[in-house]
């Protein structure tokens, strides 16, 4: 297809059309040159294809509803979910999807995101594994996928509105880099961009975000689509670097796109590149046959595979997993009504649902199972439940509490208010447990709820996560032993909400928020402040235990650009197979700027028989011991020693490993007349040319401030401080200010002497 010759065909009111859809669903097609429509559809965790390519939000066909994010990076698996990733592109195939509009790469800032249950991580490694993980699967088939939402989408408060104030190293280092792998590893066909603003420009029209860094650095070679609505301004927006917008059709759009470049406002070429873009997605869509069937069945298996994977048993006092008790009282609505998926765009209209007290009464013909409500739909108190389920619960031998955090609490759209369950929940466990302390709980959420309330009245966890229409079977087969647990936590349970790190600028007033924790979100801040949490980054437990040892490193000193392998043994030390998730931190000892304590950077799963030791090997790259610095705008290395941390989770270190980094970069020289002094000593270009006359200016300095007390003279001086602490963080120019009638030169010009040598060295 010569794309070119189709645009040089085209009029600019066809351009225009075509930057704007023709439906809620569809690109505009132009017959007369056989440009076809392109179809595209939610997302993420399945596909939602409204019949009616019109209408925004009628009943969708049935799809399977496969976990949502929480529970896929919780798996930390990443074959399973490229699998996923490709029933997901059969399914799309099936029901006529060119694009499936998914997956969500933003990071969980605060666990009161009301949309965090889409996103994978607090972490933006993890984070972006799994984002071009699922690209590259739904991809595989000929489908393709739009990353969203670009960028520092993290709330729901204000989301169409508010800008986000957020600082470039943040951005590069927390916000940014799960698309920047994504789009690198998987060349999303398109990435979505964000409703928000950030630092004053909405996202739909950012050129820094959208031209310069997604498509010239990173080199996406998709199409830019907008938000559903984001869009203010047409023509900012395609100058910024959108190319698609959406929903249409959008007749004013059009035209104003059409008077942009006739009043030479826009420049065509702009609008083409974006046409070229367009058109690029669309042949590449029309290529795949689609249509047909999907195996209903086979994805049903394979949703409850992803939830098995992904549930996380956060406490187990011994009693799981079950044996064949007498009789077991089930308590809690969500055991009959399964909640498996989050309110909002992404809500899948599933094939079948397992119904997770079916499912569970299928493990054990043994057992005699009572049920209880427990708890009603709304946010009502209801005694005369919780009554009923102690009742049940004191007879038998085992009490299984589904709880699942209802919607009002948790969707797309808004916010959470709190972490608690809801009041009548809690009463319930509460009552429950304190009668049966065999008790356990399994919980049904897309975010962390806090426990302190219950927790140690109840024998165990399961966090079971909205966990797809096919998650009843793997919380039975979990709690039964028949799926030995493996999934780990990806992101912190804090132990209260006011210990959450962006507590105090949460979520934002007088249209911003300032995102003013910086790099320290999720673990990095509850490393940083010793703050304890109710269970960390990474965690999960198992019917088995393992053990780490002979950790090794393919080299101990190292160049950045050729990086360095670490292994470990891991060793199944338990009576029940299972599956570990070894996790690799990095800890620069000694940065030029600030840095979290450590950083995930690597990890891998391995299963493991009873006895049995496999060696694990993490590959670590130039990236895993670069930060971005703001005054180089790019990613550096310094010299110097690295702890791998290699851990069970990010507060269970099992071993660790000291390696030596050399940079090959050579930076430029970025003092400059603002420079401190200790900046020049830190420098050593500026440390050579300005060392020499270092000691002549702290001897001047010390005299001006010289005391006649020879014992305090040689710190402290005559005004009662240590002088050189004071100069040294003053910059360069100020200091000699003060000592400019002994100097030969004025002391601006003996600094811009000084720059011009480091600046030519
Ligand atoms: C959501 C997107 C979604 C789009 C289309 C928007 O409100 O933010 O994630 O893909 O609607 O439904």
Same mark, same amino acid.
Not at 221 to 244: E, T
Not at 448 to 475: H, K, R, T
Not at 612 to 633: C, G, I, Q, W
């Given at each position: ?211 310069? +860094? %997604?498509?010239?650095?990173? /080199?996406?070679?998709? *199409? ?5 609505? $984001? #869009?203010?301004? @047409?023509? &900012? ?74 549930? +996380? %048993?956060?406490?187990?006092? /011994?009693?799981?997993? *079950? ?5 077991? $009282? #089930?308590?809690? @609505?969500? &055991? ?84 608690? *369950? ?11 447990? &304190? ?327």
């Amino acid at each position: 297809m010569n794309i070119q010759s189709i645009i040089e065909k085209m009029t600019l009111e066809e351009k225009a059309a075509l930057c704007t859809g023709a439906s809620a669903w569809s690109t505009t097609p132009i017959e007369r040159l056989d440009v076809p429509e392109m179809i595209v559809s939610d997302g993420p965790h399945g596909v939602r294809r409204v019949p009616n390519v019109h209408e925004m939000a009628s009943t969708s066909l049935p799809a399977t509803c496969f976990p949502t994010a929480s529970c896929l990076a919780s798996t930390w698996d990443v074959d399973l979910i490229r699998h996923m990733g490709e029933a997901l592109g059969e399914e799309c195939i099936a029901l006529n999807v060119d694009v499936l509009l998914g997956p969500g790469a933003n990071m969980k800032r605060s666990p009161l995101g009301g949309r965090n249950f889409e996103y994978f991580s607090e972490d933006p490694y993890l984070a972006g594994e799994m984002a071009a993980t699922i690209i590259n699967g739904v991809q595989s088939k000929g489908v393709g996928t739009s990353l969203k939402h670009y960028a520092a989408n993290n709330q729901e408060f204000q989301r169409f509105s508010i800008s986000v104030e957020v600082d470039e190293r943040t951005l590069r280092e927390i916000y940014l880099p799960a698309f920047e792998k994504a789009v690198k590893q998987a060349q999303p066909w398109t990435v979505m961009c964000a409703y928000n603003k950030v630092n004053g420009t909405f996202a739909s029209e950012h050129d820094y975000l959208l031209n310069k +860094i %997604l498509k010239d650095e990173w /080199g996406f070679k998709g *199409l830019v689509v907008s938000d559903w609505g $984001a #869009v203010r301004d @047409r023509v &900012a927006a395609l100058k910024g670097g959108l190319d698609w917008e959406m929903p249409g059709p959008q007749d004013r759009r059009v035209k104003e796109v059409v008077a942009a470049v006739e009043s030479g406002n826009l420049d065509e070429a702009v609008l083409n590149e974006s046409v070229r873009r367009i058109l690029r997605i669309v042949f590449m869509a029309a290529k795949t046959p689609k249509e047909g069937e999907f195996d209903v069945e086979a994805h049903h298996a394979l949703a409850q595979k992803v939830a098995s994977e992904g549930m +996380i %048993l956060l406490k187990n006092n /011994g009693l799981l997993p *079950l044996k064949d008790q007498q009789q077991i $009282a #089930v308590i809690g @609505r969500s &055991a009959e009504n399964a909640h498996f998926q989050g309110g909002g765009s992404s809500h899948i209209n599933p094939t079948k649902v397992t119904v997770p007290f079916n499912a569970l009464k299928a493990q054990s013909e043994a057992t005699e199972f009572t049920y209880a409500e427990g708890y009603p739909t709304d946010d009502s108190f209801r005694q005369d439940m919780i009554d009923k389920a102690v009742g049940l619960a004191q007879t038998a031998d085992v009490a299984i509490l589904y709880i699942a955090l209802p919607t009002f609490k948790e969707s797309e759209g808004y916010d959470r208010k709190d972490l608690d *369950l809801t009041n009548q929940q809690i009463a319930l466990i509460k009552a429950v447990s &304190a009668v049966q302390p065999h008790t356990v709980v399994v919980l049904n959420n897309g975010a962390p709820v806090v426990m302190g309330d219950w927790i140690d009245g109840v024998a165990a966890v399961l966090e079971g996560w909205m966990m797809g229409q096919a998650g009843g079977g793997a919380i039975a087969d979990v709690l039964y032993g028949k799926v030995n647990p493996s999934g780990k936590l990806a992101e912190t349970f804090p132990a209260r909400l006011t210990d959450t790190p962006p507590h105090l600028n949460w979520p934002g007033d007088a249209g911003h928020v300032r995102y003013g924790e910086g790099l320290f979100i999720g673990y990095r801040y509850y490393d940083a402040k010793e703050v304890p949490v109710q269970f960390p980054f990474g965690y999960g437990l198992s019917y088995t235990t393992f053990a780490y040892s002979n950790a090794q490193v393919s080299a101990s000193s190292f160049k950045d650009t050729d990086g360095v392998t670490v292994s470990v043994d891991v060793t199944n030390t338990g009576k029940m197979a299972g599956k570990e998730i070894v996790q690799v931190y990095v800890h620069d000892k000694e940065a030029g700027l600030v840095r979290p304590f450590k950083e995930l950077k690597g990890f891998a799963k391995v299963v493991l028989e009873p006895g049995e030791t496999k060696t694990v090997s993490v590959d670590l790259d130039f990236r895993a011991f670069a930060y971005y610095h703001p005054e180089y705008s790019q990613w550096i290395t310094e010299d110097g020693a690295f702890d791998l941390l290699i851990g069970a989770s990010s507060a269970d270190i099992r071993q660790t490993v000291t390696v030596n980094l050399e940079s090959t970069l050579n930076l430029p020289c970025i003092l400059d007349k603002e420079s401190t002094i200790r900046e020049w000593m830190a420098d050593p270009r500026g440390k050579a040319v300005f060392g020499p006359h270092f000691a002549q200016m702290e001897a001047a300095a010390r005299e001006m401030f010289h005391s006649d007390d020879n014992e305090r003279y040689a710190t402290e001086g005559s005004i009662g401080m240590d002088i050189m602490e004071m100069f040294s963080d003053m910059p360069l120019v100020s200091v000699l200010m003060f000592q400019k009638d002994a100097l030969p030169v004025h002391p601006e010009d003996m600094v811009a002497g000084l720059l011009q040598q480091v600046h030519a060295a």
